[in-house]
Structures are given as C-alpha cells and as structure tokens.
C-alpha cells in the first residue's frame, strides 16, 4: 500500500459511490462503498442534522429517494485527498442532475440540480476503502422543489 495506490482506490471509491445512485444498483455496490454503520450529513440540501446509521436503513431509503427520478447524474471531481495511515479525508467538486419524468414536470423545468462539495472520510477496511462519512454542502441548487421527485413530494436527497 503505497499513497498513490490509495489515492487511486479512494477516487473509484467516489466513482462507486456516484454510480449507486445513477445505476440504481442498490444490491452489492452499497457494501463496496460505505462503511457499516455510515455516517451522513446532508443538511445544507434537506436541513436534517447529521446522523449516523445502519448501512441496511440508508440503502432502502437512498432506493426510496431516487426512485421517483427517471435519470442521475453525479460528475465527482478535482479530488483533494489526505491519506494518515487507514483513515482518510476526500474533499471533492459535486454537480449532481436529477431528472422527473416529463409527465410529472408538467410545462415545468424536468431537472434538479445540486452544485456543491463533498468532504468524505474513508477508512480502509480488510476488504479495501469505505466512505465512513459522507457530507455535502451545497452552495447552488436550481428547482429544488423537485428534489423528492416531483413539485409535490418536496422531499430532498
């Protein structure tokens, strides 16, 4: 294990970590990703105090929250890493795109979007990294009254 081996690990990480949700894949790639129990910090998009949880809990509610969306896309860039023995921080760029169906849009906009940071811990596990803690701040949203999948859910990522 060498820093540039680690870092490369730590950058797919957030690759797996992107793809959960745009793939749906919500089976074997949330246990390549985060740790168990995982923490999660989404207050700056849906204003809910950090928590931390089982990894079975957030896997069924991340199914039930980009269920409603037909399409995701999460661009994760300019990955800023610390690496101190098994533990490690990723600071990194986000422009996430949530889609609704045109149906549910309406003659209105058909996409949410989230700009922002994320400021992730990791730990190295026998089985490789996992995100530990997940935190984004988001610094731009546009129509963020279809972020639970449509303009009367309001529910939030």
């Known amino acids: 294990m060498n820093v540039l081996s680690d870092r490369a690990d730590l950058i797919e990480l957030l690759g797996r970590y992107a793809d959960v949700v745009d793939l749906k894949e919500f089976t074997e ?16 998009v849906v204003g809910l105090p950090a928590t931390t949880v089982p990894l079975g809990d957030y896997v069924e509610v991340l199914r039930a ?12 860039t300019g990955h800023v890493i610390e690496v101190d023995g ?3 921080t990723i600071h990194a760029h986000v422009r996430a795109e949530h889609w609704v169906a045109k149906e549910v849009a309406g003659d209105g906009p058909d996409r949410w979007l ?14 490789g990294w996992r995100l530990s803690r997940v935190k984004l701040t988001a610094v731009h949203q546009e129509n963020p009254h279809l972020s639970g999948g449509g303009p009367a859910r309001g529910r939030a990522e």
């Open 29 to 44: 790639l949330p246990g390549l990703v985060y740790a168990d129990p995982v923490t999660l910090d989404f207050t700056s």
């Open 65 to 76: 929250s980009f269920a409603p969306f037909v399409a995701t896309h999460h661009t994760i």
């Open 86 to 88: 098994d533990r490690a």
């Open 114 to 127: 989230v700009v922002g940071f994320y400021d992730n811990e990791a730990v190295r596990t026998p089985d």
